[in-house]
């Protein structure tokens, strides 16, 4: 029997399955910082949502910990590195709230169609508007769905049932997959010419930040509909309330915004904007879900059984020589995501030096969960990483070499005519870039960077760096990449903050320059 802390409420379900597997579930709910760090001394497991802080702190003084639980997706408030370092597990419950998500898209669409809450409000106010809120149907109308993860084929699924036509946006789905799904992929710019209604479905990141704005309303098909209730940010809200303004834009149904909570925006003064608070998970049956399913990761891991939904691995599955290599394996695949900006058919793993001699499995599911975690805003672990790389089209092949030219270890990821490569250096084991598309390079790898290839001619290096100081973008860190021949071919840059779109297209048009690659990772 092992003692579990359960710091935030969850499900009945799941406590009485802790308790039916012969644990014992000690529930302390809102401890301060201090409590939690004196409640957590003794417990085998520990169960939070989002509010608990799982620093490192609390990590260390957990001397029994086996594993820390989320009931729900994010782990942001845990520090996964620092239970890693201890051996002790972290997993989630992915995936629980996303039928919950996309319902309420559909929702959101169909209120947004039938202009529902607006006719709601006005017969609760003792007005009977029926003509001023006339709807049009959606069957028959083509919606554009952008991002077709998992929730994103939830709502493809639902929106075929209503007779809807679905085009998609989503660099890394193959056509195979849509085929499958009976989806059309198109360009972003395609879909918003043909789609009557857009939904969007992306994980927030730096790339995606306002990809429906000005741009995507420029292009656009005549009064267009916008729901979104994946991520605040991915709708510029500036440019979606001047076109709903100037009538580009027909209605738009939010549930997320780019400052939450949010009680006051222009964009409540449009009557075609329907508005809620931060809603998509919120159901008894999402929350439910999420701690049923946390607590039989953690009734698994305390029986030392198969978990799963782990998002680490525990120290102890890793040699002492590998498990340095870890995160520079993960950084190597969202590099390598960045570069290609594409699901590779092939994904070659190699590794190189002392390393060679060791079972180097762990670094090529670090390198796939880095990858997929650019493509898709499903959870990655070192778990699913195979299935989700499988579902994609994705071969993984793995080499391994005792020879490594200029380093005693090396990791070089390969795939779609573009190659990354990284090393560790010092005494300090610093990650080091060290190979970028057969180019040598030396760089540290940086949150924000970019890659461009250009002609070997004067001037080349003003050109890009001037395009970023106009646009304020600090540069942190430059290297210049040679070619086997010598050639001055490529630059690789490190910023503070990722570059604007409107550079990185000022900077693909110019004269000399190849292609530009922005990697966030």
């Known amino acids: 029997m092992a003692r579990i802390l359960v710091t935030e409420k969850i499900a009945d379900g799941g406590l009485d399955a802790l308790r039916a597997a012969g644990h014992e579930v000690d529930e302390q709910l809102g401890l301060s910082p ?47 590195d620092a239970a890693t370092t201890r051996g ?44 001023k809120w006339e709807g049009i149907e959606v069957h028959g109308k083509t919606l554009g769905i952008v991002g077709l993860g998992r929730i994103g084929t939830l709502v493809a699924q639902r929106a075929h049932a209503f007779g809807m036509r679905i085009v998609a946006w989503d660099p890394w789905v193959t056509a195979d997959r849509a085929r499958q799904l009976n989806i059309e992929l198109r360009e972003l710019n395609e879909l918003a ?69 949010c009680t006051d925006s222009p964009l409540f003064a449009f009557d075609n904007v329907v508005a809620t608070p931060h809603l998509g998970a919120s159901t008894l049956e999402a929350q439910d ?31 002492e020589t590998v498990q340095p290599f870890l995160p520079l394996a993960e950084r190597l695949g969202a590099i390598f995501a960045g570069l ?76 779609m005519g573009h190659s990354v490569g990284g090393t560790l ?16 390079v030396e760089v540290p790898p940086a949150e924000h960077m970019l890659v461009v290839r250009n002609d070997d001619r004067p001037g080349m290096i003003g050109q890009v760096t001037s395009a970023l100081g106009r646009a304020s973008v600090n540069i942190s860190d430059l290297h210049l990449g040679r070619s086997k021949v010598g050639e001055v071919a ?6 503070d903050q990722p570059a604007p779109p409107d550079v990185l297209d000022q900077l693909r048009a110019a004269d000399g320059i190849s292609s530009v690659a922005a990697i966030s990772s």
């Open 88 to 131: 002790v597990m972290v997993a989630n419950a992915p995936g629980t709230n996303s039928l919950s998500t996309a319902e309420h898209a559909v929702a959101l669409l169909l209120s947004l169609a039938r202009n529902v809450p607006q006719a709601a409000a006005a017969l609760k106010a003792g007005r009977w508007e029926k003509s």
């Open 425 to 440: 250096t010092g005494q300090r084991a610093e990650p080091r870039i060290v190979l970028l598309d057969d180019h040598v």
């Open 289 to 319: 879900k999420a701690g049923v399913v946390v607590a039989e990761q953690v009734v698994l891991a305390l029986a030392g059984q198969f978990v799963p939904f782990a998002v680490n691995v525990a120290a102890s599955e890793a040699s």
């Open 193 to 261: 010419a043909e789609a009557d209604f857009v939904t969007i479905h992306l994980v927030k990141m730096p790339q995606y930040v306002g990809i429906v704005g000005e741009d995507f309303f420029n292009h656009a098909k005549s009064g267009i509909r916008i729901v979104n209730d994946a991520r605040g940010g991915l709708v510029d809200e500036v440019a979606l309330a001047a076109a709903l303004a100037d009538g580009r834009v027909a209605g738009a149904a939010l549930d997320v915004f780019d400052n939450e909570p």
């Open 340 to 415: 290609c900006g594409a699901v590779p058919k092939t994904l070659e793993v190699e590794c190189q030096g002392q390393l060679a001699d060791y079972d180097t499995r762990i670094l090529s599911l670090s390198v796939l969960k880095g990858l997929l975690g650019k493509m898709t805003e499903e959870p990655v672990s070192y778990v699913n990483a195979p299935q989700l790389a499988e579902e994609r089209g994705i071969e993984l092949r793995e080499t391994k070499t005792t020879t490594a030219q200029d380093y005693v270890n090396l990791v070089v990821v390969r795939g």
């Open 34 to 80: 201090d409590d939690l760090l004196t409640a957590i001394k003794g417990a085998e497991a520990l169960i939070v949502r989002s509010a608990t802080q799982v620093t490192a702190e609390v990590v260390d003084a957990g001397t029994d910990l086996v594993i820390v639980g989320r009931a729900g997706l994010g782990v942001d408030n845990i520090d996964v």
């Open 490 to 495: 490529l630059q690789v840059l490190a910023l």
